[in-house]
């Protein structure tokens, strides 16, 4: 093939590239602002001022602000998401797994992530506009990280105990990081990430010993 040939490809390449990277680094600039300013604060003009990047690119790739903070709180999320399994990848299959994996549950809610998207959640409350947006991005990522916990558990969750504990779990990591938006309580979030962690091993455990005991008796009457 010519270089004739392969000039536009190329171009269109380093268009695509630097158009990721604008999208990247509007997203990143939000989340930060969301934290640092509040929904209030945080201004399409200043996000593109702090992106750096221009008004126009930043209309471009975000026409509205619900759009633009929406995109980086998901954006953020997803790269979050991949993080904390690399941390969870790292963990042995010790006993103490289960605290540590509920650790980094409770951590991943404790984030900045969290602080943004809860500046979003509460301005949804009242904003009909930021509300459309927010209520299916609200109900993507709790998909998202319920399936996460049950594969850094290791867990069934097609039984419905299991289901509970998980669900539970996020409850819990999230109320933890409620708590924590006014004051730094990382001495009794870690008392109680271990408290939990204890009583959701003995919940699980009980919910397999029960799932085997009603695999037994469809197989013994299966049997007769």
């Given at each position: 093939m010519s270089?004739?040939a392969?000039?536009p490809?190329t171009t269109?390449?380093?268009?695509?590239?630097?158009s990721r990277e604008?999208?990247r680094k509007?997203?990143?600039?939000?989340v930060?602002?969301?934290?640092?300013r509040?929904?209030a604060?945080?201004?399409t003009?200043?996000?593109a001022?702090?992106a750096?990047?221009?008004?126009?690119?930043?209309?471009?790739?975000?026409?509205t602000?619900a759009?633009?903070?929406?995109?980086?709180?998901?954006?953020?999320?997803a790269?979050s998401?991949q993080?904390l399994?690399e941390?969870?990848a790292?963990?042995?299959?010790?006993d103490?797994r289960?605290?540590a994996v509920?650790g980094l549950i409770?951590?991943?809610?404790?984030?900045?992530l969290?602080?943004?998207?809860?500046e979003?959640?509460?301005?949804?409350?009242t904003?009909?506009?930021?509300?459309k947006?927010?209520l299916?991005?609200?109900?993507?990522?709790g998909?998202?990280?319920?399936?996460?916990?049950?594969?850094?558990?290791?867990?069934?969750?097609?039984?419905?105990?299991v289901r509970?504990a998980?669900q539970?779990t996020?409850?819990l990591?999230?109320?933890?990081?409620?708590?924590a938006?006014l004051?730094?309580?990382t001495?009794?979030?870690?008392r109680?990430v271990?408290?939990?962690a204890?009583t959701?091993?003995?919940?699980?455990?009980?919910?397999?010993?029960?799932?085997?005991?009603?695999?037994?008796?469809s197989e013994?009457e299966g049997n007769r």
């Amino acid at each position: 093939m010519s270089e004739t040939a392969t000039a536009p490809a190329t171009t269109r390449q380093r268009q695509a590239d630097r158009s990721r990277e604008t999208r990247r680094k509007l997203m990143v600039a939000t989340v930060e602002c969301l934290v640092e300013r509040g929904w209030a604060g945080t201004t399409t003009t200043l996000v593109a001022e702090r992106a750096g990047v221009s008004r126009g690119a930043q209309l471009h790739h975000f026409p509205t602000r619900a759009e633009l903070v929406t995109a980086a709180v998901e954006h953020v999320g997803a790269e979050s998401v991949q993080v904390l399994r690399e941390r969870a990848a790292e963990i042995s299959g010790s006993d103490e797994r289960t605290v540590a994996v509920v650790g980094l549950i409770a951590d991943f809610f404790a984030s900045p992530l969290f602080t943004a998207a809860l500046e979003l959640w509460v301005a949804a409350r009242t904003d009909a506009e930021l509300h459309k947006v927010v209520l299916p991005l609200q109900a993507r990522l709790g998909r998202e990280t319920h399936r996460l916990a049950v594969e850094l558990l290791g867990v069934d969750d097609s039984d419905a105990a299991v289901r509970v504990a998980v669900q539970t779990t996020l409850d819990l990591a999230r109320g933890l990081a409620l708590a924590a938006q006014l004051s730094d309580d990382t001495r009794r979030r870690e008392r109680i990430v271990r408290h939990w962690a204890r009583t959701l091993d003995r919940d699980l455990a009980n919910a397999a010993a029960h799932k085997r005991t009603d695999q037994q008796t469809s197989e013994d009457e299966g049997n007769r």
